[in-house]
Each structure stands twice: as C-alpha cells, then as structure tokens.
C-alpha cells in the first residue's frame, strides 16, 4: 500500500520544488510525475510505501502550528491533510485555514485573523 502527497511550487521558484523532493527523497518518498498547470504552478506528486501522514511541512513530518509560514500548500491537497492553518495557496494571506476537506475564508498574516473567501 502507498501513501501520496502533492508538493506544489511557483514556476519562480523551481530550485525550492528540488529541495523539497530531495529531502521527501531522503525520508524515503518516491517521484511518481511532475505537473504544469500552464500559468504558474509545478506540482510533485510523490507516493511512499506503507501508511504514512501526508503533511504540508517541508522539513518534518509534523503538522504546523499557526504562524508557522514554513510550510509548502498543496492546490488540492488530499482528504488525508489534517485541518490546520497552511501557507495561503492564494498568496494574499501568510496562512489560510484548511478544514480538512477544503480551503475556508479564515486567513492570517502576522498572527492577525481576519477572513477572505478562498479563490477557485
């Protein structure tokens, strides 16, 4: 049984999607396909052996608490990704809360809350 996740990463910076892969690379994640959505946006779909969490982290494993803008979003990430608060996928926020199931309009930059309704 495998495990998949999703790296996503602007075309501005592609050197951050070969980091990312290489250190899920070393935690032994595996390469299945790389995607352009034709304006902005590479996405790494990866998979692992075994039962694992998929988490939006870069670095570790864990899931980020708020404030943490460390983390990579994934445009639709899996019903596996726990609720929590992930890097905006829109860019307008530092952080928009995912519930578990989808992006909602609760967002957060430099600890203040406040809400916007998420862009399809």
Do not use: C
């Given at each position: 049984?495998?495990?998949?996740d999703v790296?996503?990463?602007?075309?501005?910076?592609?050197?951050?999607?070969?980091?990312?892969?290489?250190?899920?690379?070393?935690?032994?994640?595996?390469?299945?396909?790389?995607?352009?959505?034709?304006?902005?946006?590479?996405?790494?779909?990866?998979?692992?052996?075994?039962?694992?969490?998929?988490?939006?982290?870069?670095?570790?494993?864990?899931?980020?608490?708020?404030?943490?803008?460390?983390?990579?979003?994934?445009p639709t990430?899996?019903?596996?990704?726990?609720?929590?608060?992930?890097?905006?996928?829109?860019?307008?926020?530092?952080?928009?809360?995912?519930n578990g199931?989808?992006?909602?309009?609760?967002?957060?930059?430099?600890?203040?809350?406040?809400?916007?309704?998420?862009?399809?």
């Amino acid at each position: 049984m495998y495990s998949y996740d999703v790296i996503s990463e602007s075309v501005r910076n592609p050197h951050e999607l070969a980091a990312e892969l290489t250190r899920r690379s070393a935690q032994g994640w595996e390469l299945v396909q790389i995607t352009y959505d034709g304006s902005s946006w590479f996405h790494a779909f990866i998979r692992h052996q075994g039962q694992v969490s998929p988490a939006p982290s870069a670095s570790s494993m864990t899931t980020p608490s708020l404030g943490d803008t460390s983390t990579q979003w994934s445009p639709t990430p899996s019903a596996d990704v726990p609720a929590n608060w992930y890097k905006d996928p829109s860019s307008r926020y530092e952080l928009r809360y995912w519930n578990g199931t989808s992006w909602t309009e609760h967002v957060s930059t430099a600890g203040k809350q406040s809400t916007d309704e998420p862009r399809s």
